[in-house]
């Protein structure tokens, strides 16, 4: 059985691609420093790490011991508004703290990596898909940040002989459909959790972060990807990199197609709760994009991947079955 290296395996999607990685014959091998996962979030019997991706020597004895044949590296900071207070942190942890174990990778002789992007690289463009041949013009530091890693991860694939994916996800969303794992970050910035969290009483109200983007209701738009189908396209994507030892870099966006509107989230989780809860519209947040929407085709084309779970309802059932089955946990 191939090991597996995944950096940030314990947090959010990390452990759904642990569960998809388990079910596809492949033994995962966590790294995470737990800033923001939880240990409980995967099961005991994966092999974890406590460290963080700037620790040379631990990183040195994680390659050692398990041999990974391919790395999925999601280690990072991930949200967008901190990233306009904090960019110091986001330079930090992701784009140099990628630099790090690319070089580990380099020093281990590991050459195959599957990257969390991100569909923030994109900013604010007048196109309605999204696709990967565009020039790249991020609207804020976590954007740059990621973006910083791609052309890293391209010079790597042409001078060291790297085989590399970066996935550029859209909006990911909901939670395991068998329920063994979901959201739960802390403090919690995302909609969909924090309009569930809203319609369980937990918080008074929902803010809209502006309601007068250039949008047809006005609120911004943005391609809401089940983890479930992110995980998926992560082990397919892994697959797509094994295959060869030639060196390659290719990008491809994860994400529906699809676009659906701050309103149109907070009606759907009316719906889907059967709960009536308050909404205020409030200022715009720095750095939100008014429109982020996938051109899925690439993805299909390079490791056929295809989204199972497309509709925003699903992924809202899915969020909120497993935000009620683990109300108190945090
Ligand atoms: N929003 C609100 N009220 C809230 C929270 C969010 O109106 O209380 C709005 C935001 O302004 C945005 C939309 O809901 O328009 C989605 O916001 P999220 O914070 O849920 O997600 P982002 O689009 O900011 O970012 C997410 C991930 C990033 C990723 C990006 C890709 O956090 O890591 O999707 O589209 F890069």
Redesign the pocket.
Known sequence: MQNILITGGAGYIGSHICIKLQENGFQPVVFDNLSNGHRDAISPNIPFVQADISDDAALNRVFEEFKPAAVIHMAAL????ASMVEPARFYKVNTAGSLNLFEAMRRNDCRHIVFSS???VYGNTDVDLLDETMQVQAENP?GRSKAMVETMLADYASIYGFHAVALR???AAGADPMGRTGERHDPE???IP?VLQTAAGQRDH?????ADYDTPDGT?I?DYIHVDDLADAHVKALGYVTSSDEPAFEIANIGTGQGCS?KEIIELCKEVTALDFNVVQDAR?PG?PAR?VANPAKANELFGWQPKYPSPRKIIEHAWNFYQANIQRS
Do not use: M, P
């Open positions: 991930i949200e967008a508004g991100t569909a923030a976590y996800y859209f909006n910035t995302h909609l924090l929902i803010k809209i972060f502006g911004c943005r701050v947040r939100d982020l």
